[in-house]
T-cell receptor, first 111, second 115 residues
């Protein structure tokens, strides 16, 4: 089952914050976050593991709520370069090689 | 290093035609994957390989075949293309998933249109 991402799209001004959520109906082992610019390949941002810590990448951080099977991606003080579509990928068990991706959240940062 | 490369970048086929997409990586990765990306659907795994000579089915394998004759190459074949296979195809590679801090590295994609 694909995870569900929300919101589908968000528009920000530079310097504003945003939160993107990724929810699964199944118990998760890991959550991966990627960003994809238009016409380009997805680029890895971070991975969160069951029982692991909140991970961070520059001004982008994420959390993993195991009880809710939900991960949230936090973008603080957004920059123009943050624009793109953000995808979460989820794995339900260790090393199963079958990552399921959400439909994506389109983020637009305006000057 | 070129990373993950895909050939061709664009292709238009007629229904019933066949073609092969080539993925190559120079990072000595064991694992390789083929995904398709459709509007509003995110990425869906077609087939994957955990090593040279091995392949396995993913979430949407029907209508596709793959081969991994060399570690650095992963081929995706469409024997009889259908309009439903119009999509953007991404190849990815990674180290064995036992190292969960690692990631999948994606190629630039192939945009395929089946008329």
């Amino acid at each position: 089952q694909q995870p569900v991402q929300s919101p589908q799209a968000v528009i920000l001004r530079e310097g504003e914050d945003a939160v993107i959520n990724c929810s699964s109906s199944k118990a998760l082992y890991s959550v991966h976050w990627y960003r994809q610019k238009h016409g380009e390949a997805p680029v890895f941002l971070m991975i969160l593991l069951k029982g692991g810590e909140q991970k961070g990448h520059e001004k982008i951080s994420a959390s993993f709520n195991e009880k809710k099977q939900q991960s949230s991606l936090y973008l603080t003080a957004s920059q123009l370069s943050y624009s793109g579509t953000y995808f979460c990928g989820t794995e339900i068990r260790y090393n199963n090689n079958d990552m399921r991706f959400g439909a994506g959240t389109r983020l637009t940062v305006k000057p | 290093n070129a990373g993950v490369t895909q050939t061709p970048k664009f292709r238009v086929l007629k229904t019933g035609q066949s073609m092969t997409l080539l993925c190559a990586q120079d990072m000595n990765h064991e694992y390789m994957y083929w995904y398709r990306q459709d509007p509003g659907m995110g990425l869906r795994l077609i087939h994957y390989s955990v090593g040279e000579g091995t392949t396995a089915k993913g979430e949407v394998p029907d209508g596709y075949n793959v081969s991994r004759l060399k570690k650095q190459n992963f081929l995706l074949g469409l024997e009889s293309a259908a309009p439903s296979q119009t999509s953007v195809y991404f190849c990815a590679s990674s180290y064995p998933r036992g190292d969960l801090t690692d990631t999948q590295y994606f190629g630039p994609g192939t945009r395929l249109t089946v008329l």
